[in-house]
Structures are given as C-alpha cells and as structure tokens.
Nanobody, 125 residues
C-alpha cells in the first residue's frame, strides 16, 4: 500500500510561483511512475507532469517550460515547481503513483493506482 500526501498549495497572483510537495510512504518500485494531475471545477482530471526512477520526465503541453517535476533519491518526496502561473492553472492538484508503467505511455489517469487527497492552487489575474 502507498500513501501520498500533498502540500504547498495556495493562492498567488498571475506570474507568481508555487512549489508543491508530495510525501510518499509505502513500497515504491523502480518501475513505478510518480505524477501530478489537476482537476478544475467542471473539468476532467488532466495529467500535468510525470517522472520515472531514471529521472525521465513528461509534461502536458500547457505547462512545458513553466513547471518542473522532480523527486528525491529515495523517491519518497515528489515536487512540482510551478513558475509563471496563469489563472488557467487554478485547480486541485493531485499526486499519484502508477505501478509498473512506462513513462512513454503518457499521463493517463487510469494508469495510476494510488492518489493523494489533493492541494488547492488558485491563481488570480
């Protein structure tokens, strides 16, 4: 079993920055993916960024060049550095883990087995 707990959300003005963290406990294997997803009211959950044990990364087109995903060596802390935030980035952000998945398959929520409770990010114009 894996437990994921997000933190670091908040309210910022457009152009500002936030750093989200996700504390992971439980068994995490080298073949597992860690990722960030977000969901705004009335919209479907969408993938933001993902990373594998080899520090490979994948990003949604909407956040490329602005967001950076990273993890510590023990893979028990996941980060999402968000710069140049836009009002469209406002959403609940979730940390997630996918068992035994190849990063090349993309950011597909159905592939992820464990989810945190989320942390709210609000960007005002």
């Amino acid at each position: 079993q894996v437990r994921l707990v997000e933190s670091g959300g908040g309210s910022v003005q457009a152009g500002g920055s936030l750093r989200l963290s996700c504390a992971a406990s439980g068994l995490i294997n080298n073949r597992d993916l860690l990722g960030w997803f977000r969901q705004a009211p009335g919209k479907e959950r969408e993938g933001v960024a993902g990373t594998d044990s080899g520090a490979g990364t994948i990003y949604a087109d909407s956040v490329k060049g602005r967001f950076t995903i990273s993890q510590n060596n023990a893979r028990n802390t996941l980060y999402l550095q968000m710069n140049d935030l836009e009002p469209e980035d406002s959403a609940m952000y979730y940390c997630a883990l996918a068992r035994d998945q190849w990063i090349g398959r993309g950011l597909i929520a159905e592939h992820y087995n464990y989810w945190g409770q989320g942390t709210q990010v609000t960007v005002s114009s």
